[in-house]
């Protein structure tokens, strides 16, 4: 006489079907609710990026990144700038002669480089591979000038780490995961 | 992806005009008489899709001749080639983001919060090792993941921890897990990501203490198996679970002669050997066994899930919000002078302390809710691993542990009838 009875056995088998079932859906629900949420919405958030409009220039950026020199670098926006002799970027505040003697200047590692183009206006250009992305001349420049000293993340230094170090840092949000069209929030539009 | 076509290789700056005009304007444009022109300038965006494509490919292309080596083959060569290609690759030379370990945090994120939107790699590097892990086990930890590459490298000798240590050890990475979706899902941390201990090995440079973690843990993995991959991993918890239930999978060579050599090889104490249970357990006894731990599992959750409730107002203090709200009340209390940095930003930009309430309330709220649902996780897989830890059932035969195994064959080489097959095969050419 055979019994239709459930022998141990069998009853592993099935809670194995069982869980392997559930593992074969979880991947396929995980992967349609992630593929629905890219698809209908915008570009994907890769870069990250300062924006300019919140940045404090408290000099985290500096210190924070991964990178031995920080990945963020001040960009300088000619068209935004006043071409001004007495820099708040380029001088630290109250000097008295406005000569390159370095304690006069800002820049704490000289990247800040200027010319002459005609009285009265002077040519401000920054040495990327000096800067350390301290923020003191866009600080000065921003309390003093027309804010065209800033700071962004150099995208062909900034290693895209998953979670950014210096916007963990960052006093006022400023540094957010952007999408391609905005990997650089330049103000010289 | 999205806008895909729109990718190149730099961006002109007038293309970027997203961003409103924010510069005060104290001095005017100047004017120039001598015809200066303002120079030239743009700013190179790099094109990551095209390596993105080269990290997809090779993940894939190496998972599948792990398969093919560990399943069919059954040889450890191809997966110790696929191990130096992934650390000189994923590791040392694409620098490890985005990782399919850090992957899990992301992918948490876009599904909780619909204002993230996840790259496409990332899911990919996320999705796709579980997918193998699926079908053929944990081939993706066998040497397709640079850290459990780096680790299976330097590995010589291994000294089997006891299974006390292993199980209370193995606990860890499941809590981590689930404290890194905790964390993703409040938006305050990526806590597998800051604390990742190669990556700063990969990129030579970084956090002085996780790298000194890191080189503790490779020093630990010349004399034991994988100490990153069993003891913290939480992606390795992950595949573990899917890689208990795979379709196809590693097995024991089918004519085993038990002779023992598998076991003593197996750097992950993935081999369990024949057991017998000498204990004979009367069935009313087993039934009785079963109903405790039908009681024990749940009262296991609510401890975990009270225990973390009451830490949560700690738990909370990860995020920026909650450390910048505190910091606004101790100023209130106490004003300095000179305010912290973050209290004079948030004052700055206009912040009033009431908005700032009701948003830690909020994100408090959340820690609430999510923190107890960590705590009954925690509660569940404490349980299931003692109860695991208290069945103790004859096995006749060599077998696998499929969700310990990491498919990196090395078994196979001191398998004498597995040698014995590979020498007939030969001999059949």
Known sequence: MKKNTTTPISRKRFLHLCSRITAGAAIVAVSGAAVRRMTQQRDADYFWQIDPSKCTFCGRCEKECVLAVSAVKCIHANRVCGYCDLCGGYYRANVKDLNTAAENLMCPTGAIRREYVEDPYFEYTIDESLCNGCGKCAKGCNSFGNGSLYLQVKQELCKNCNECKISKACPSGAIQRAPFGRAYMLKDV | ?429
Not at chain 2, 14 to 42: C, I, M, W
Not at chain 2, 265 to 292: D, F, H, Q, T
Not at chain 2, 321 to 327: C, G, K, M, S, T
Request: charged share 15%; glycine share 6%.
């Open chain 2, 1 to 429: 992806m999205n806008g895909t076509k729109k990718r190149m290789i730099s961006l002109l700056l007038p293309a970027l005009s997203a961003l409103p005009a924010v510069a005060q304007n104290r001095f005017p444009k100047p004017d120039f008489e001598s015809g200066y022109q303002y120079p030239a300038f743009t700013y190179a965006v790099p094109d990551e899709t095209w390596w993105n494509t080269v990290d997809i490919i090779l993940l894939v292309a190496m998972m599948s001749v792990v398969a093919l080596a560990v399943i069919r083959q059954r040889k450890r060569r191809p997966v110790f080639i696929v191990s130096i290609i992934s650390v000189l690759y994923f590791g040392f030379f694409r620098n490890g983001c985005v990782c399919s370990i850090g992957a899990i945090q992301n992918v948490i994120l876009s599904l909780t919060d619909s204002s993230y939107v996840m790259p496409l790699a990332a899911f990919l590097m996320f999705i796709l090792p579980v997918i193998f892990t699926f079908l053929f086990g944990r081939i993706f930890c066998a040497g397709v993941c640079p850290f459990g590459a780096l680790q299976e490298l330097v590995n010589i000798k291994n000294f089997r921890l006891s299974k006390a240590v292993s199980a209370v050890l193995g606990v860890i990475p499941w809590i981590y897990l689930l404290f890194a979706v905790l964390y993703a899902v409040t938006r305050s941390s990526f806590i597998i990501c800051r604390f990742d201990p190669f990556i700063g090995i990969f990129r030579m440079g970084g956090d002085i203490g996780m790298i000194a973690f890191g080189g503790l843990l490779l020093i630990a993995s010349v004399f034991t198996g994988r100490p990153f991959c069993r003891f913290l991993c939480p992606y390795g918890a992950l595949l573990s679970l899917f890689s208990r239930y795979s379709i196809r999978r590693i097995s024991i060579t089918p004519s085993c002669i038990n002779c023992d050599l598998c076991h003593n090889a197996c750097p992950v104490a993935a081999i369990r050997p024949p057991y017998e249970n000498r204990v004979k357990e009367s069935r009313m006894e087993g039934v009785k066994r079963l109903l405790a731990y039908f009681v024990f599992l749940p009262v296991m959750m609510f401890a975990g899930a009270y225990m973390m409730r009451t830490a949560s107002d700690a738990l909370s203090t990860a995020n920026r919000d909650i450390r910048l709200y505190e910091q606004v009340v101790r100023n209130e209390i106490n004003p300095r002078d000179i305010q912290p940095v973050d209290v004079e930003v948030f004052f700055s930009q206009g912040g009033t302390i009431d908005e700032l309430e009701s948003r830690v309330a909020k994100i408090g709220a959340g820690f609430k809710t999510y923190s107890t649902a960590t705590g009954a996780l925690i509660g569940l897989v404490v349980a299931i691993t003692l109860i695991n830890l208290s069945l103790k059932r004859t096995r006749k035969t060599y077998g696998i542990d499929h969700a310990a195994c990491v498919a990196c064959g090395r078994c196979f080489g001191y398998c004498p009838q597995n040698i014995k097959h590979k020498h007939a095969d030969e001999n059949c050419r």
